[in-house]
């Protein structure tokens, strides 16, 4: 279970303070879907960041089956976003100088797991291309190089799938196929998934939605005026 107590961002900008997430209480039980809306700006991207523990809340909680992962060290955090995490972006991020195959046994690598290779190659199988694993980014197209990246977040099984606008950069069938592959991997896998989309009918699939603008939930209760009243995802079913 994914749980976020008071969780906000609030940065520098100029000369004065920014808060881009207000305080959140979310919860995603395990296995579960949910998807994330809002404009442009509206801090979907910041959320995600901040339950992969690739940044640190300015106050809040996130407890990710009970740990709190903002009390964590760098080492240990680095572990479980290794091993229990795998993160999509909108722009791939693959390592130009690897090829896809490598991309996809780097973070097995670092997980020092024994069946790297052998899994990596069940991994390209999986996401469609066997054929090109000793091909550069560089060298493949948009969609191809999101499918490698949809590998890489999955090599090392993780429970939680976090996918920020996986298919901005594609074309609409390329994206289709891209959204199919991720929810065929969270139903077969069971793993819990939070995706960044703008497409309402892909958002209608998902078990739990959440609309932010301007760094809070849209569908907050009226009585929102107070700052820390409760969003639970499950209440925005
Ligand atoms: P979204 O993903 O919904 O487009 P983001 O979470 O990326 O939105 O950003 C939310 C807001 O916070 C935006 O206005 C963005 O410019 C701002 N922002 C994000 N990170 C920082 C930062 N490190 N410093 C200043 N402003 C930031
Ligand atoms: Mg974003």
């Given at each position: 279970?994914?749980?976020?107590?008071?969780?906000?961002?609030?940065?520098?900008?100029?000369?004065?303070?920014?808060?881009i997430l207000h305080p959140?209480?979310?919860?995603?039980?395990?296995?579960?879907?949910?998807?994330?809306?809002?404009?442009?700006?509206?801090?979907?991207?910041?959320?995600?960041?901040?339950?992969?523990?690739?940044?640190?809340?300015?106050?809040?909680?996130?407890?990710?089956?009970g740990t709190d992962i903002?009390?964590?060290?760098?080492?240990?955090?680095?572990?479980?976003?290794?091993?229990?995490?795998?993160?999509?972006?909108?722009?791939?991020?693959?390592?130009?100088?690897?090829?896809?195959?490598?991309?996809?046994?780097?973070?097995?690598?670092?997980?020092?797991?024994?069946?790297?290779?052998?899994?990596?190659?069940?991994?390209?199988?999986?996401?469609?291309?066997?054929?090109?694993?000793?091909?550069?980014?560089?060298?493949?197209?948009?969609?191809?190089q999101q499918r490698i990246?949809?590998?890489?977040?999955?090599?090392?099984?993780?429970?939680?799938?976090?996918?920020?606008?996986?298919?901005?950069?594609?074309?609409?069938?390329?994206?289709?196929?891209?959204?199919?592959?991720?929810?065929?991997?969270?139903?077969?896998?069971?793993?819990?998934?939070?995706?960044?989309?703008?497409?309402?009918?892909?958002?209608?699939?998902?078990?739990?939605?959440?609309?932010?603008?301007?760094?809070?939930?849209?569908?907050?209760?009226?009585?929102?005026?107070?700052?820390?009243?409760?969003?639970?995802?499950?209440?925005?079913?």
């Amino acid at each position: 279970m994914i749980e976020l107590r008071g969780v906000s961002k609030t940065v520098q900008s100029g000369d004065r303070p920014l808060t881009i997430l207000h305080p959140l209480d979310l919860v995603i039980p395990s296995g579960r879907f949910l998807a994330v809306a809002g404009p442009s700006g509206s801090g979907k991207s910041t959320l995600l960041g901040l339950i992969a523990g690739l940044d640190a809340p300015t106050a809040g909680e996130i407890l990710i089956d009970g740990t709190d992962i903002t009390k964590l060290g760098e080492d240990a955090l680095a572990k479980l976003r290794g091993e229990q995490i795998g993160f999509v972006f909108q722009f791939f991020h693959l390592v130009p100088s690897l090829t896809a195959f490598e991309n996809i046994l780097v973070p097995m690598e670092i997980a020092a797991r024994r069946d790297g290779v052998a899994r990596a190659r069940r991994l390209l199988d999986e996401v469609g291309l066997s054929d090109r694993g000793h091909h550069y980014p560089s060298q493949l197209s948009g969609g191809e190089q999101q499918r490698i990246a949809i590998a890489r977040a999955l090599a090392n099984d993780p429970l939680i799938v976090l996918a920020d606008e996986p298919t901005g950069n594609l074309d609409s069938t390329t994206g289709r196929h891209i959204m199919q592959l991720l929810l065929d991997v969270h139903r077969a896998r069971q793993s819990t998934l939070v995706l960044v989309t703008h497409d309402a009918e892909l958002a209608s699939l998902a078990d739990f939605r959440l609309s932010l603008r301007d760094g809070r939930p849209v569908d907050a209760a009226p009585h929102h005026s107070d700052a820390r009243g409760p969003t639970k995802a499950e209440a925005l079913r």
